[in-house]
């Protein structure tokens, strides 16, 4: 991998990182958790899709970056494995939203990608 790849890596996940962080603060819970992963997964749909965002370095810094320090697997297992609830079903329940809503989500805002046409 390219020095310049990493580093735009990097930066987009630190602002991705940075404006999860800020969301989070009203609410480090499940329903913010939630909230950020299925609002990133709809990034991720339309910046793998839409023209605009098409080439190596846009994909580095937007999808990779961006979005994977957006989302956070690890705020889903820190609340389903080490929760506050022994509720298993509240448990499954948050992870089959989250799947369902994140597919659900990447997949209507690719279709919004594939259509969108670049204006010059």
Do not use: E, H
């Amino acid at each position: 991998m390219k020095a310049k790849t990493l580093w735009l890596v990097f930066a987009g996940g630190a602002i991705g990182s940075l404006l999860r962080a800020f969301f989070t603060t009203f609410g480090v819970n499940l329903w913010a958790t939630l909230a950020v992963n299925v609002v990133g997964a709809a990034v991720l749909g339309l910046i793998q899709t839409a023209p605009r965002f098409s080439g190596d370095s846009k994909q580095a810094f937007w999808a990779t970056g961006f979005c994977g320090g957006f989302t956070t697997l690890s705020g889903v297992v820190l609340f389903t494995v080490f929760g506050k609830t022994d509720d298993t079903g509240v448990v499954l329940a948050y992870l089959i939203a989250t799947v369902v809503l994140g597919v659900a989500a990447y997949a209507v805002a690719a279709r919004i990608g594939r259509s969108m046409r670049v204006i010059d």
